[in-house]
């Protein structure tokens, strides 16, 4: 599910909003950081397993995709099917919580722009929500 796309189509795309690779891998990178370092993301933490590199890589190469930029994770692993990929984790709505909320302080410390993070909050709540399997 992507985010909702600007009407004209001179409209930059979030991907650009954002501020293009470097800003996508930053957000990322801030996310698998404070899902390392903060308490409250716990059972979120350990959805991941030992390591959080290739996690990291992926989410950071689906949202490149998934904000209008290059498509690096369609191009690698073909269509996402984010819910069958998920599956094999339990994901509650106690783990959609902390995803989300690391996401809002994530994208806030990197300074997003609010109308921005507000948008991508909301479309983000819609895919994680459907990734919920308990």
Known sequence: MEPKRPEEPDSPTPYQQLGGDAKVRELVTRFYDLMELEPRYA???AVHGSTLESAREKLYMFLSGWLGGPSL???RYGHPMLRARHLPFRI???ERDQWMACMAQAMEEVEIPTDLREALTTALFKT???MRNQ
């Open 43 to 45: 059972r979120l933490r």
């Open 128 to 130: 994680a929500d459907w």
């Open 92 to 94: 509650g709505e106690v």
């Open 73 to 75: 994770y369609t191009d």
